[in-house]
Structures are given as structure tokens and as C-alpha cells.
């Protein structure tokens, strides 16, 4: 399967853990995407790399959020000191030059995170 | 700030009938995207739509950008059960091409 992958698909976990999600872009895509999706929402841009070097961060990302990207293919997102109000649909996405037109954006399946 | 408007929001309708959902904006668009979600799933990329005016098809599945690339539709002719799913429109836009949403259209065919 050449597609994006998540993982892990589900995370559970305490207020006040540390938690980290991990995104496999498609190989040739160097752009990298996250957003975080509540229910009956639509995704949340949160920030974007493009190869190793994060370009764009959300003003709605706190200093909890940190991301990285450190050879350019896979990506961390990691939040300290979870909160309830993490727990959301967290999607990475990938794009690159390929296609027509615009820089066509391909999800993951997601992680899903849910805080307690 | 950019905004993407999507209507309706909720759609039950019968087998065969036909439907339209609406994205509109007051912002230019470089392009504007067309998602299909299932629940607990990433979204997955239906259409493209990158020239004002263009049409594009996808089976029964009609896909217009308009003139000015502020707005676009998505048209399903003849829906089925199967069409079922939450649809997202996202607008291309700025220079790192970060997409924003509209808040999807919860669609709803019945058998």
C-alpha cells in the first residue's frame, strides 16, 4: 500500500500524559500536512512541512503541540500535558508537485485520540 | 480570514433521488477540492477542480467550480444508499497551498 498511514489508528490516554502520532506520507509527496477534526467539524489546519522544514504553524496551536519532520519523509506530532479538549481526530496528509492543476492534498486514515 | 461556506449540512433523502451541496465564498480559490469522509476515516480526495467555469465527472457525481472560483457544487444524480457519507469541500489557497474547509455536508440516502 503506497498511501499515508497513521499511527497508531486509536490512542487513549490521561490527562496530563505526553502522547505521540507518527505519519507516513507518500514517498514522493514532500509536503506534509496535519489538521485535527472534531466531530461534526471539518478538519483544522495545525501546521505543514515542506520536506524537513515546518513553514507554517496554526495560531490555534498551543506550545503543547510540537511537530517534526526530521528527514524529510515521516512526521511526529506530539502534545504534552494532554487535555480533554485534544481528544479529536488527528489526520496527517501528504502532497506533492504530481497531478493537474493544485497541489492535491491525500489523508491517512487518522488517530483518534481520546483523553480522559 | 477565509471562510468556507457548505449547504446544506444534513441531507436524508430517498434511493434515486437527486441532490446538490453548495460551497461558496467571497475568496478567490487557486483550486478547490471535493472529499468524501466515512466515519472514523481520513477524507478522501473525489475531485480537483483548478479553472473557473471547468465541469468535471465522476460517474453520477457532477463537480463545478464557478466562474470566479469563489464557489462550487457537487450534483449526485440518481443517489444510492452507497452515496451515504459525510462530504467536504476545501479551498486551495496562499502560498503554502494549505486548504481550507468547509464544515461538510452529512449526507444520508435511504433505501
Known amino acids: 500500500d503506497t498511501g499515508v498511514s497513521q499511527n497508531p489508528r486509536h490512542k487513549i490516554t490521561k490527562r496530563g500524559q505526553n502522547v505521540t502520532f507518527r505519519c507516513d506520507p507518500i514517498s514522493e509527496h514532500n509536503r506534509l500536512y496535519w489538521y485535527r477534526q472534531t466531530l461534526g467539524q471539518g478538519p483544522e489546519f495545525l501546521t505543514y512541512f515542506q520536506n524537513e522544514a515546518q513553514l507554517e504553524k496554526s495560531r490555534l496551536l498551543s506550545d503543547r503541540f510540537s511537530a517534526e519532520r526530521p528527514k524529510g519523509s515521516f512526521s511526529t506530532l506530539e502534545i504534552q500535558r494532554t487535555e480533554q479538549g485534544d481528544s479529536a481526530m488527528y489526520l496527517c496528509?501528504?502532497?506533492?508537485?504530481?497531478?493537474?492543476?493544485?497541489?492535491?492534498?491525500?489523508f491517512g486514515p487518522g488517530t483518534r485520540l481520546t483523553v480522559t | 480570514t477565509q471562510l468556507l461556506e457548505q449547504s446544506p449540512q444534513f441531507l436524508s433523502i430517498q434511493e434515486g433521488e437527486n441532490l446538490t451541496v453548495y460551497c461558496n465564498s467571497s475568496s478567490v480559490f487557486s483550486s478547490l477540492q471535493w472529499y468524501r469522509q466515512e466515519p472514523g476515516e481520513g477524507p478522501v480526495l473525489l475531485v480537483t477542480v483548478v479553472t473557473g467555469g471547468e465541469v468535471k465527472k465522476l460517474k453520477r457525481l457532477t463537480f463545478q467550480f464557478g466562474d470566479a472560483r469563489k464557489d462550487s457544487s457537487l450534483h449526485i444524480t440518481a443517489a444510492q444508499p452507497g452515496d451515504t457519507g459525510l462530504y467536504l469541500c476545501?479551498?486551495?489557497?496562499?502560498?503554502?497551498?494549505?486548504?481550507?474547509w468547509g464544515l461538510g455536508t452529512s449526507l444520508a440516502v435511504n433505501p
Open positions: 496528509a501528504s502532497s506533492g508537485s504530481l497531478g493537474t492543476g493544485g497541489y492535491e492534498q491525500y
Open positions: 476545501a479551498g486551495e489557497a496562499g502560498n503554502n497551498r494549505k486548504l481550507i
